[in-house]
């Protein structure tokens, strides 16, 4: 086996299952491993290189930092915390934002907001705070996120979980309906959810889900780490039914595919309830994360990568509905956010992933059926052509295998 493999493989915890590529070096959709070879990255490392890897202006907005003043802690003020976030708010509509760094992070602060804002300003009894969430959710792996989580495999081993969260159906507004109650403080979503295989509610449901929670009083949250930032063809994939929620995640592409960068967003009265000392990151923040993420946000709008995905995503679904593989079970996506569902009678999503690795294309699975195709958003027309091809050719010799076989 490969050296570097074993190595990695006799210290580094067995939590993931990489496919079995060193990675060496990255530049735009590419990636190179360790014998030179070149692969296009379908993956993007789960939306968090949507702008490429290595954009030279990202680069930059490092490397200048860097050079300047990395890290402080938020002990101290600097100049480039103000810029980031004001054009943070302005951009996605919010009033204010609390800077973290990991996705779990900025989802563990919109629990703590929405508890909080449920005791202070919505006037829950103390200790009866309840946070509805969606079966088939992924929020992170914190202990209180994974206490949410309807996969076995992520509580499994790691309980008691906190109390206060509710699991309801994903896209049926009847169960949000039914499961508000007056100590509701918020429902938690995923406009599309990632990581339960590109799941795409039925339209009409987070508008309708919006109304609920304004009838009822209860903060609507929406967890965009994977979904926002143009992902999905809108800056906020929200956007495509005029949602403003009442609070916003992001994370992922917002660090540029150089750092870990994310954020709560929310309305002034909602944020309102932090008071100093409630909540903090030693690193959220920083110079360093606060250049980068105001550059990547300058990026996505000057290069106008939602638009992008919104035309590249439509024309990379519209070629792979021309592939008539009877190994595809059902296609869907929006944007550049688009999962192929495989006949798990037929072939594993696995297996798919680690016959495309050889004919230069990376993708990983999620679940055991869906092959997630979400490539940074700079992919242009003739590389959707090459990839198209590729898949095509990977399943048809998939198909006959079986056939054969
Ligand atoms: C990736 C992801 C998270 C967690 O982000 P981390 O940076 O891995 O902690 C949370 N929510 C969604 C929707 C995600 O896709």
Redesign the pocket.
Known sequence: MNKTIELENRYAAKNYLPLPVVLTRGEGVYVWDDAGNKYLDMMSA???VSHGHSHPRLVKALKDQADKLAICSRAFHTDKLGPMLKRACELTGMDMALPM???????ETALKAARKWGYRVKGIPAGHAEIIACEG??????IA?VGMSSETQYQDGFGPFPAGFKVIPYGDVAALEKAITKNTAAFLV?PI???AGIRIPPAGYLAKCAELCKKHNVLLIC?????GLGRTGKLLACQHENVKPDGL?L??ALGGGLL?V?MFLARKDVMGVFTPGDHGSTFGGNPLASAVGLEALNVLIEEKLSERSAEMGTYLLDKLHTLKSPLIKDLRGKGLFIGIEFDPRKVSARSVCEQLMPHGILSKETHETVVRLAPPLVITREQIDWAVERIDLVLREMGKLRATG
């Open positions: 789960y939306s968090a760094n990991t996705g779990a992070e900025g989802v959710n992924f929020h992170g792996r914190t996120i995923e959810q990632g990581e967890d965009e780490i994977q979904t995640i994370g992922k870990p994310s």
